[in-house]
């Protein structure tokens, strides 16, 4: 049982490790790309594309009026720029709210029977014209620059979508704060999948895509209420290309209590895998390129490493307490000060010990370089701290919970 353990507890090291040291590579090879892709937006656009941001919602009286006027105070042209809010058969006062919207010549305000967000977006859709089209969740809010520099990146013309980087809105609190780094981490992975032509989620908040995209291949999805991981899955699949504009931010509002948070990424692990195993043809197929060979299978492999190694880890301690009770009551108590006689012969230089080391190392080389890119600076603050201890014990609940609804078909819900 141990040699089997350790052999497990290897191999997802390692696979940890190699990801790890082959993501900041990607970096270290296209960090001066990032550069000449900021110093391009820098440069603005000349003719500024129509777009249509529809924001669907549903009982989000609280937030979708503050969403609304980030919109309006975009800095882009206001005749190139329509807003259209779709309530989604709300039962509380979000559709009173909007109101006040009706009369301004830059929005369009909707109301329809609940059907879930897709359809509204699709209602949307169906409604439009114009050469872009995107999507703001009524619990976000962008920075005045986002769609601007979103926009530039479509003067190539075989973009096809355009993801934004997601930063969190004012967060409080450690759990909020922890999130904060997460977030960050996946701005600085959705840059490393931009360069490697694998973006495979194209984020609810911000992500703008050609009006042509739907009209060639249909509109949004179901997809397990992750149908923003369902059309970058198609998109890919038909070979349209995405990319992450890492200087267009994008903020939302953060699950403030651990229920929340287990509810909200429950429902992305389970979303990803489900869509995964819709796509599962796309695996280890090179017509796909790094998306279908390398990263796809290392999403899914992750999630298996964090469930195993999580169960390894507990599995562990409970040992230590078990035998350190045993022991407690053949010898009796007693307090020894560990580091009273150090000797460095006691030191662990197993050969596990030393990879998880280096795999520890790379994981916060990477945090340093997220912040770096998400904020503009690292700085090492409280945020940080929460989320080096408290993740690595949180992640394994959601994930855990999102394996057992596939494996039980609980269906993951909004609400």
Not at 1 to 18: P, Q, W
Not at 33 to 50: A, D, F, Q, R
Not at 301 to 312: E, G
Not at 369 to 375: D, G, I
Request: glycine share 6%.
């Amino acid at each position: 049982m141990y040699e089997a353990t350790n052999t497990i507890t290897y191999i997802l090291l390692f696979i940890s490790l190699y990801f790890e040291v082959f993501i900041l590579i990607t970096y270290f090879e296209n960090r001066l790309e990032i550069k000449k892709e900021e110093n391009y937006v820098s440069l603005g656009l000349k003719k500024y594309p129509t777009v249509t941001i529809i924001v669907p919602c549903w009982n989000e009286e609280l937030t979708v009026s503050k969403t609304v006027h980030s919109l309006l105070a975009l800095d882009y042209p206001k005749n190139k720029l329509k807003i259209m809010v779709i309530d989604d058969g709300s039962t509380d006062k979000t559709w009173e709210k909007i109101q006040k919207f009706k009369n301004n010549p830059q929005v369009e305000i909707h109301t329809k029977a609940n059907g879930g967000k897709y359809t509204a977006l699709n209602f949307g859709i169906s409604k439009l014209n114009s050469d872009l089209v995107g999507c703001l969740d009524a619990d976000s809010y962008v920075h005045k620059d986002a769609l601007k520099n979103i926009a530039t990146y479509f003067q190539d013309k075989e973009t096809m979508a355009v993801a934004p980087s997601v930063g969190l809105w004012q967060p409080k609190g450690p759990l909020q704060l922890l999130q904060k780094v997460d977030y960050a981490f996946g701005i600085f992975n959705r840059k490393m999948f931009h360069f490697l032509q694998a973006v495979y989620i194209t984020p609810g908040p911000f992500s703008i895509f050609r009006l042509s995209v739907f009209k060639k291949l249909g509109g949004y999805r179901h997809a397990h209420n992750t149908e923003d991981i369902e059309i970058a899955l198609r998109m890919q699949k038909n070979g349209y290309k995405i990319v992450h504009a890492h200087n267009a931010m994008v903020y939302t509002v953060a699950p403030n209590s651990l229920r929340k948070l287990l509810k909200q990424r429950t429902r992305w692990v389970y979303g990803f895998i489900k869509n995964a195993g819709d796509y599962r043809h796309m695996f280890f197929k090179r017509e796909y390129g790094n998306l279908g060979v390398f990263i796809l299978p290392m999403a899914a492999i992750s999630i298996i490493s964090i469930l195993t190694i999580a169960s390894i880890s507990i599995f562990g301690i409970l040992n230590s307490l078990v035998n350190k009770y045993l022991e407690i009551q053949t010898v009796g108590l007693s307090f020894h000060w560990p580091f009273s006689r150090f000797e460095w012969f006691y030191v662990n230089t197993e050969i596990m010990s030393i990879i998880a080391i280096v795999a520890a190392t790379g994981t916060i080389t990477m945090i340093v370089v997220s912040k770096r890119m998400a904020e503009g600076k690292f700085n090492f603050g409280m945020d940080l701290i929460y989320f080096l201890t408290l993740y690595m014990f949180i992640a394994p609940l959601w994930i855990g919970k999102a394996v057992y609804n596939v494996i039980f078909s609980v269906k993951a819900s909004w609400r």
